[in-house]
T-cell receptor, first 114, second 111 residues
Framework: IAGITQAPTSQILAAGRRMTLRCTQD?????MYWYRQDLGLGLRLIHY???????GKGEVPDGYSVSRANTDDFPLTLASAVPSQTSVYFC?????????????FGQGTRLTVV | AQSVTQLDSQVPVFEEAPVELRCNYS??????LFWYVQYPNQGLQLLLK??????LVESINGFEAEFNKSQTSFHLRKPSVHISDTAEYFC?????????FGQGTRLTINP
């Protein structure tokens, strides 16, 4: 049982570089999410997708972009990384965007921008 | 819009003592409430959820939470904690298609 797979597990990135965090799920879930986790701030929603072909902005979208070309994949791109994007990134999915469906999380990507 | 407040950033307790992790939410629409647990260096796992029906919900490892609509709270409790409960606990509310998390509470168990 794979669930949600994130890659890479960790990465050190030079400021100004472009980086794509990968997220793949094998549960055929319609909704997918990207969160960043920072100490004392909990998890904050970056972008979400309620179904393939649609995306939306979350609480902290600036500096990030996403695409949802198919049901399984939801990559997160940092066009030009900055140190404030140092964080742990979690991808999640749920069966649907309906309110009564729980989210399943990947193991996270620890990103350090130097 | 929804928001979640976890009132304690850290809660230290002794093993076998009871614990309560507090969570309050605000929302202009009906919500569904969740508690997630994050063990060290891992992702988040669902602990329990309130969707409808009985306001008291339980997990398989002894935690329970009670939905209190009048107080807009969803506090998490366990009557007797174990060392293995050491983790960070996140309260979350889902409404309007988004899952919003609180800041998290780090539960540390002292022997």
């Amino acid at each position: 049982i794979a669930g949600i797979t994130q890659a890479p597990t960790s990465q050190i990135l030079a400021a100004g570089r472009r980086m794509t965090l990968r997220c793949t799920q094998d549960m055929r879930h319609n909704a997918m999410y990207w969160y960043r986790q920072d100490l004392g701030l909990g998890l904050r929603l970056i972008h979400y997708s309620n179904t393939a072909g649609t995306t939306g902005k979350g609480e902290v979208p600036d500096g990030y972009s996403v695409s949802r070309a198919n049901t399984d994949d939801f990559p997160l791109t940092l066009a030009s990384a900055v140190p404030s994007q140092t964080s742990v990134y979690f991808c999640a999915s749920s069966r649907s965007a309906e309110m009564n469906t729980e989210a399943f999380f990947g193991q996270g990507t620890r990103l350090t921008v130097v | 819009a929804q928001s979640v407040t976890q009132l304690d950033s850290q809660v230290p307790v002794f093993e076998e003592a009871p614990v309560e992790l507090r969570c309050n939410y605000s929302s202009s629409v009906s919500v569904y409430l969740f508690w997630y647990v994050q063990y060290p260096n891992q992702g988040l796992q669902l602990l329990l959820k309130y969707l409808s029906g009985s306001t008291l919900v339980e997990s398989i490892n002894g935690f329970e939470a009670e939905f209190n609509k009048s107080q807009t709270s969803f506090h998490l409790r366990k009557p007797s904690v174990h060392i293995s409960d050491t983790a960070e606990y996140f309260c979350a509310v889902k409404g309007a298609q988004k899952l919003v998390f609180g800041q998290g509470t780090r539960l540390t168990i002292n022997p």
